[in-house]
């Protein structure tokens, strides 16, 4: 058993402790659907029946806080009574990610966030973490600096989907009655 297996094997954030009979083996799959609210997804394995069971800690201990749609992962494996499960992160391959499509909003009966005015010249900011069912998350410039809110309109808006932790963002940023906010995000050249 390796070491990093006995580590999991302890963590109490696992909804299943290891047995010492599990055998782990490397999959790939692509994300299939994730929900950090929930704290866990599914990834569609290339050579395997079923879905690959993966919990936020699992990806944490790889320092991801996310995964979008269609987002191939190579990861460390075990089969379990209730199917696959993700036991360590191995790759991540966001080129496969599902692009996002805006789409046209109506624009009678709906509150849309409303556009911050822009001070000062483009900054480069981290992603610290993103919630598209929440619809909002942070950006960071660095340790002991302000939070950066960024609201799902913005990107909407900018056309920049999807986004995720660890992600760089250069962003202008403007004052919000809750603090500094994203302005506008400057498009990576193609």
């Not at 069971?53 to 992962?73: D, I, K, Q």
């Not at 989907?161 to 009655?177: K, N, T």
Request: net charge negative; proline share 7%.
């Amino acid at each position: 058993m390796t070491a990093k297996v006995e580590q999991l094997r302890s963590n109490p954030e696992l909804t299943t402790p290891f047995d010492d009979k599990e055998e782990s083996f490397e999959l790939k799959g692509r994300v299939k659907w994730f929900n950090t609210v929930k704290g866990f997804g599914f990834l569609t394995p290339d050579s395997e029946p079923g879905d690959i069971f993966l919990h936020l800690s699992c990806l944490r201990e790889a320092g991801h806080e996310y995964v979008a749609e269609g987002v191939t992962v190579s990861c460390e494996v075990v089969r379990r009574s209730k199917g696959l499960q993700a036991i360590k992160i191995l790759d991540i391959d966001t080129s496969t990610a599902v692009p996002f499509q805006p789409r046209p909003v109506e624009t009678s009966n709906v509150t849309r966030h409303p556009a911050i005015q822009p001070q000062g010249d483009f900054v480069t900011t981290e992603v610290k973490w993103f919630d598209p069912v929440k619809g909002y998350g942070f950006l960071t410039r660095g340790e002991g600096t302000q939070d950066i809110f960024i609201h799902m309109e913005t990107l909407r808006r900018e056309g920049v989907m999807p986004i995720q932790a660890g992600q760089f963002l250069r962003v202008r940023i403007g004052d919000s009655d809750k603090g500094p906010q994203v302005a506008e995000i400057e498009k990576p050249d193609m």
